[in-house]
Structure formats: structure tokens, C-alpha cells
């Protein structure tokens, strides 16, 4: 007798709990570059130039985004758990090639293959548990997927800059890496299941109209949509900027590895617990306030970072960071499936993340090249200030609620 579907964050705890841990796999391989790669281009390869460091950064963005728009086109047709399982038989080689590298170049072409895994996987976690919970708990299951993987990322890359302290760049913490995509891989085999039927259950009673031109509508025309869009583009702007030139940054004022590690997972660490409270505020608070004060925070904490000198300093910003962080990163995948009928949903989320992931190669490119040419702090205060022009298009052009 086959199990009657039912939508509900209740009715499906058991997926979407096992779904939330695949989560904590799929940002620990995020995590385990965030703290030592760009000091392993320093002091390993031996590069200056900010641009050629940030290059990891550019393909692991451009590779993301490109994924994630596929992962949601393909998403209904060859179904969510198999390119989940693609996405974790992809992370394998991975570490291996962290480890092994013999140049910079295969670090980029780990990267690369890092970016279709997260693209592939992340993607994959976010629809799933969307499907499973129905309208009522979308932007709760988004912060609980979100804190998930992004404490994964805090954790790992506070791990890996321990490991990298006290044993070396090379090889042990890379070792975290494979440990986590064979769990990944062993999960999502083993106990995930396909939510194609939750989908065709909840698409009966939706009434949102359907998208004739769903890439343009979630890219720019609808106004909604639209904003969403170009926020997430913005925040992951920002974030690129964060991850590439933060350790470079901190090392420059003669901070240590463990004190770098510590800082740097500051971030995603506050940004993964407030979304555990942010994630259900989405469903409760109008979308657009806490998508607009969740930018401004951003803008306001890079700006002062120009200013911070202490390692106090850089601590207390890099967790107002966080915050904003957290207001605004379940409400984006929240708000885009309230405004999609749940038929285009898979697709539009990965046109959303085709642009917010495209903004890590945006932010690498652009801060790499001011940076090498007006300095770290020049980099810092131009994406500050874009950060703050991206909050004021939310503020003008969403619809109130």
C-alpha cells in the first residue's frame, strides 16, 4: 500500500531532518577552503596578485551559478535525489585534489568542481525540503536548511584553520574533505527520497499564476522577483569579497592562522544560528523589511571595517555581518517560492541562484581588481556602498505586503 502524501513540516520531519544533515555535509566542503586557501596561494604557490588568488573564487562562482540554474530546469524531469547524488559523486575527488595539487591551476579546477557540487547539492536540499513543508513553514524550513549549512561552513573553516595551525596547509586539513563527501554521497543514497509527489500535491490548490517568461519575470521584470534577484547577487557580491580578501586582510595586520580562523568563521557561524530565528520570521514579518534592513546591515558593517584596527573590532563586525546576513538569506528562497506557483518553483529558485551564486565571481573579479590597484580598503568600501544601493532598490521597488 503505497504512503499517503501529505505536505507539513510535521508530516515530514524524518526527511526533512535527514535532509538538514546532507545540508551540514554539503557546506562543510565550502568550509573546508574558507580560512587556508588564499593563505596556501601566498605561502604554498607563492602568488601576489589579487586577482590570480580570487581565481578560485570566480570559477566556484561562475561554475555554482551556472549549476544551479540547471539543477532547477532539470529538477522535475530526472528528479531532486538523483542530482543530489551526482552533486555528492562529483565532491570525491575533490580533497584529493587539494591535497595533491601541483600547481594553482588544479586548485581552480577543484574549484571548479567544487562549484557544480554546491550547485548541484545545495540546490537540490532547498528545493526538497520547500516541497515537503508546504506554504505554511517555507521560510522556517529555509532557515533551518540555511543555518545548517552555513554552521557547517563557520565549523569547518574554524577546524581547518586549527588543523592548518598546529599541523600544517597540507595535508591533514584536507583530510575533513573526504570524510565529508563520502557521507554525503552514503546519505543521499541511502535515506533521502524524492519529493515529486509532494509537489503535484501542493500544485492542485495553487493559485499563482503561471510565468510566460519565467527567466526574464525571476531575472528582472517581475518586481518582486526581480529585487530578489538582484540582492542575492549583491549579498553573495559581498560574501565573495569576505572569503577572497578578509584572511589576506587580517594576515597583512599580523593576525595568526587561529586567530584568522576564528574571525572568518565568526561570520557564517552568526549567520547560520540567526537563521534559525530569521528563517520563521519570514513567514510571519512582511519579506521586504527584512530583506531591506538585512542589506543595510551589510552595507553598515563593511563600511566600519575599513575602520577596525583590533582583533575585538573585527569580530563584533564580522557578526553584525552575520546578522544582516541571516535576515536576508532564508527570506530570498522564502519569498521566490510565495510569489512562484509551485510548478515553476524548482526553476525559478535556480534562476534566483544562478544569479546570487553568479555574485561570487562578480565580487572576486571587481575587489581583486581594486585591490591591486587602490588596496584592500578601496575594495571594502566600494561593496559596501554597493550593498547599500541594494537595500534601497528592495526599500522602492518590492510591493508591500
Partial sequence: MAKEIKLGLGNNWKQFL????VNVFVGGMVGLERTILPQLAEDIYELEAKTVILSFIVIFGVSKAITNYFTGALADRLGRKNLLILGWIIALPIPFILIYAPSWSWIVFANLLLGINQGLTWSSTVVMK?????????????????AAGYLAV????????????NYGLIPYPF?????????????SIFFIQDTKHHVALESKDSTKPMMKRIFLETSLTNNN???????GMVNNLNDGMIWGLFPILLAGMGFDLKQIGFVVAVYPTVWGIGQLFTGKLAD????????????FIQGVALCLMIFASQFSHFIVLSALLGVGTAMVYPTFLAGIAAFTNPRQRA?????FRLWRDSGYAIGAILTGLIADAFGINASIGFIAAITIISSLIIKIRMDPE
Avoid: H
Fill in 175 to 187: 583530510y575533513i574533505g573526504i570524510v565529508i563527501s563520502v557521507l554525503g554521497l552514503i546519505f
Fill in 225 to 231: 522577483l526581480g529585487s530578489i534577484s538582484q540582492a
Fill in 18 to 21: 535527514l535532509l538538514v544533515i
Fill in 154 to 165: 563557520g565549523g569547518v573553516a574554524f577546524l581547518t584553520g586549527w588543523v592548518a595551525a
Fill in 284 to 295: 510571519i514579518l512582511p519579506k521586504k523589511g527584512l530583506l531591506f534592513w538585512g542589506m
Fill in 130 to 146: 520547500i516541497d515537503l513543508v508546504g506554504e505554511k513553514d517555507r521560510g522556517l524550513a529555509m532557515g533551518f536548511n540555511e
Fill in 347 to 351: 526553476e525559478s529558485i535556480g534562476i
